[in-house]
């Protein structure tokens, strides 16, 4: 399949133009066009190769978790007229991302093995192994980076600092939570737990909105419900649902983002393995059948459905 590698559209009444690690975005004078495409990114750096379909799994996975939680928070949506395209309203982006917590994985519990028991301000107890649930949702703020690796950052340091205002802080966390605990119910009725995820949000005419993706592959990880106790049980890794297998992959091959390392060669093979994992994932946590968009020039027919809709 003709994966979608990036895009360079110029749109009537267009006013810039940002290439992010996955998604191509147009500015507009009150809206924003999100493209999503088939790049692949791990330890904030590009992998070369796209994977087939997984721009249309994260917009169409991300769409759906936005209309199911719009009566909790407001977000930016407003239309999605192509199987990678979003668009929807402008807004101001918070420097943070904030990062919510269930369980000890990934980052948290690299950090954790190394002997850190303090992650982003946040004091985590002894005694902990890998993947286990932590008492309670934490959330673990990092600075949003336009190049290079996001941060971690304490909640205090984002006040000292005074990236949010404490008042939009607040409302920030307030959101953060209760976007994960609906979540985590939403993965509970699919045979899933929501491990951990990432939200970004954004500031319009004074109000704070959700913005970008959220409960994509690229911005959870879930784990399989019916063989999670056996497998802490018996320490075994858990069966997982994310882009955790890539990053386990890199380390694997000896990249980790660092400099003077190389990204490992990525065959036709795992190309494939990749795009499979994600189209898993979609239809796992949406419960709904994937339909993959299979013509042979999605440019022209992305180009086409946005111009459909700004120049209505």
Same mark, same amino acid.
């Given at each position: 399949?003709?994966?979608?590698?990036? $895009?360079?559209?110029?749109?009537?009444?267009?006013?810039?133009? %940002?290439?992010?690690?996955?998604?191509?975005?147009?500015?507009?004078?009150? @809206?924003?066009?999100?493209?999503?495409?088939?790049?692949?990114?791990?330890?904030?750096?590009?992998?070369?190769?796209? =994977?087939?379909? @997984?721009?249309?799994?994260?917009?169409?996975?991300?769409?759906?978790?936005?209309?199911?939680? +719009?009566?909790?928070?407001?977000?930016?949506?407003?239309?999605?007229?192509?199987?990678?395209?979003?668009?929807?309203?402008?807004?101001?982006? %918070? +420097?943070?991302?904030?990062?919510?917590? #269930?369980?000890?994985?990934?980052?948290?519990?690299?950090?954790?093995?190394? #002997?850190?028991?303090?992650?982003? #301000?946040?004091?985590?107890?002894?005694?902990?192994?890998?993947?286990? /649930?932590?008492?309670?949702? =934490?959330?673990?703020? &990092?600075?949003?980076?336009?190049?290079?690796?996001?941060?971690?950052?304490? /909640?205090?340091?984002?006040?000292? /600092?005074?990236?949010?205002?404490?008042?939009?802080?607040?409302?920030?966390?307030?959101?953060?939570?209760?976007?994960?605990?609906?979540?985590?119910?939403?993965?509970?009725?699919?045979?899933?737990?929501?491990?951990? $995820? @990432?939200?970004?949000? !954004?500031?319009?005419? #004074?109000?704070?909105?959700?913005?970008?993706?959220?409960? $994509?592959?690229?911005?959870?990880?879930?784990?399989?419900?019916?063989?999670?106790?056996?497998?802490?049980?018996?320490?075994?890794?858990?069966?997982?649902?994310?882009?955790? *297998?890539?990053?386990?992959?890199?380390?694997?091959? !000896?990249?980790?983002?660092?400099?003077?390392?190389?990204?490992?060669?990525?065959?036709?093979?795992?190309? /494939?393995?990749?795009?499979?994992?994600?189209?898993?994932?979609?239809?796992?946590? $949406?419960?709904?059948? *994937?339909?993959?968009?299979?013509?042979?020039?999605?440019? &022209?027919? =992305?180009? +086409?459905?946005?111009?459909?809709? =700004?120049?209505?």
């Amino acid at each position: 399949m003709n994966a979608i590698q990036e $895009t360079n559209f110029h749109f009537p009444g267009q006013t810039g133009f %940002y290439r992010g690690k996955v998604r191509d975005v147009y500015s507009f004078p009150d @809206k924003l066009v999100m493209i999503a495409s088939d790049r692949i990114s791990a330890f904030d750096v590009v992998l070369p190769r796209p =994977i087939p379909f @997984k721009g249309q799994v994260l917009n169409q996975t991300a769409a759906y978790f936005l209309r199911a939680t +719009a009566d909790l928070v407001p977000n930016w949506l407003l239309n999605v007229p192509d199987p990678n395209v979003s668009i929807g309203l402008r807004c101001e982006p %918070y +420097a943070v991302e904030m990062v919510v917590r #269930g369980y000890l994985a990934g980052h948290a519990w690299r950090q954790y093995r190394d #002997g850190h028991r303090i992650l982003c #301000g946040v004091s985590l107890p002894d005694g902990l192994k890998e993947n286990d /649930r932590l008492p309670t949702p =934490i959330i673990t703020p &990092s600075t949003k980076a336009h190049e290079g690796h996001d941060e971690d950052i304490s /909640r205090e340091e984002i006040l000292d /600092r005074s990236i949010v205002s404490e008042s939009d802080y607040v409302q920030l966390e307030r959101y953060a939570l209760a976007l994960f605990e609906r979540g985590t119910a939403m993965a509970a009725a699919q045979g899933l737990i929501l491990v951990d $995820t @990432k939200y970004e949000f !954004g500031n319009r005419d #004074g109000k704070v909105y959700l913005i970008d993706e959220v409960h $994509t592959p690229d911005s959870s990880r879930y784990f399989y419900a019916d063989t999670y106790d056996a497998n802490q049980k018996a320490s075994l890794p858990q069966k997982q649902l994310s882009k955790e *297998f890539v990053r386990e992959w890199l380390i694997a091959n !000896g990249f980790q983002g660092k400099t003077g390392q190389t990204v490992p060669d990525m065959s036709d093979d795992w190309v /494939r393995q990749i795009s499979t994992r994600y189209i898993e994932l979609f239809e796992k946590v $949406t419960g709904q059948r *994937f339909e993959p968009a299979t013509d042979t020039d999605p440019l &022209s027919r =992305i180009n +086409a459905n946005i111009l459909g809709v =700004i120049t209505d």
